[in-house]
T-cell receptor, first 114, second 114 residues
Framework: DAMVIQNPRYQVTQFGKPVTLSCSQTLNHNVMYWYQQKSSQAPKLLFHYYDKDFNNEADTPDNFQSRRPNTSFCFLDIRSPGLGDAAMYLC?????????????FGDGTRLSIL | GEDVEQSLFLSVREGDSSVINCTYTDSSSTYLYWYKQEPGAGLQLLTYIFSNMDMKQDQRLTVLLNKKDKHLSLRIADTQTGDSAIYFCAERENYGGSQGNLIFGKGTKLSVKP
């Protein structure tokens, strides 16, 4: 039944070692988002894809990249994770960017940095 | 810029009603959302309200919107222990008809005591 699926649920990586988080969706939505959520904070948008168009937030560090090879999949790549990148990473989708289209979230991947 | 404010904590007894409050700053917001986040999980869309509505009811959930005061509330009737979670209020940025990102509050942690 899960419509937005994130793998893995928990990821541990070493300081500076590249890591990739995965998101897939069965909703056939056009938009896919990546958020970073640190403990006791609101989710912070990193970037989103509208179809194949990539939209980066102005304050997203260059260390964070994303790929969307097809409608169903979207990846978050962290090139050189630092200790400050330890967080929950949430993927979300919406049909489009219209105001009446809510975002649907996955269960997140909790990233730990050793 | 846009801002969404919520109180951080609310504690109620099982069976009582819970009321979670939120204020927002963007008077042009067209849709306002409530999301629920259980420990270690992603965000679950609970309900949303269009700005031309004052109230929306969905089973145990009632959303009230006071557009003049930019105040939104979520009432949970007959609160159960399974309602314990963090509740996020969110508004959608609105740039002259072009819809922007979701702006989240910091979340209200609801604790339900048996």
């Amino acid at each position: 039944d899960a419509m937005v699926i994130q793998n893995p649920r928990y990821q541990v990586t070493q300081f500076g070692k590249p890591v990739t988080l995965s998101c897939s969706q069965t909703l056939n939505h056009n938009v896919m988002y990546w958020y970073q959520q640190k403990s006791s904070q609101a989710p912070k948008l990193l970037f989103h894809y509208y179809d194949k168009d990539f939209n980066n937030e102005a304050d997203t560090p260059d260390n964070f990249q994303s790929r969307r090879p097809n409608t169903s999949f979207c990846f978050l790549d962290i090139r050189s994770p630092g200790l400050g990148d330890a967080a929950m990473y949430l993927c979300a989708t919406s049909m489009d960017r219209s105001h009446n289209q809510p975002q649907h979230f996955g269960d997140g991947t909790r990233l730990s940095i050793l | 810029g846009e801002d969404v404010e919520q109180s951080l904590f609310l504690s109620v007894r099982e069976g009582d009603s819970s009321v979670i409050n939120c204020t927002y700053t963007d008077s042009s917001s067209t849709y306002l959302y409530w999301y629920k986040q259980e420990p270690g999980a992603g965000l679950q869309l609970l309900t949303y309200i269009f700005s031309n509505m004052d109230m929306k009811q969905d089973q145990r959930l009632t959303v009230l919107l006071n557009k003049k005061d930019k105040h939104l509330s979520l009432r949970i009737a007959d609160t159960q222990t399974g309602d314990s979670a963090i509740y996020f209020c969110a508004e959608r940025e609105n740039y002259g008809g072009s819809q922007g990102n979701l702006i989240f509050g910091k979340g209200t942690k609801l604790s339900v005591k048996p």
